[in-house]
């Protein structure tokens, strides 16, 4: 009897407002999972560079030839200059490591 007293105190929630707690709900699962495959890409990232250095510097230099086949297709003279000035600079750095 204790059950059937509890059960009428509860409050009623409509179906919109269900609906709407739902939808919340899944946007937030969708979010972590997201987050989760984030980080899983990040830590595998992270092994492959300690496990071959030289992998960093291959992936600088294909950023920056990207970088300048988009500015070369985009038409933006400015955007290349800047790209070399920074390719020099991280080519630099990258190979101080």
């Known amino acids: 009897m204790a059950d059937s007293s509890t059960r009428s105190e509860l409050p009623r929630i409509s179906d919109d407002d269900m609906l709407a707690m739902n939808k919340e709900l899944e946007r937030m699962i969708e979010d972590v999972e997201s987050m989760s495959a984030h980080l899983t890409w990040m830590a595998y990232d992270m092994v492959a560079l300690r496990t071959s250095p030289e992998l960093g510097v291959s992936m600088q230099k294909l950023k920056e030839a990207y970088l300048k086949c988009r500015a070369a297709v985009c038409g933006d003279p400015d955007q290349e200059s800047q790209i070399d ?7 630099t750095t990258l190979s101080q490591m």
């Open 85 to 91: 000035k920074s390719a020099e600079t991280a080519v």
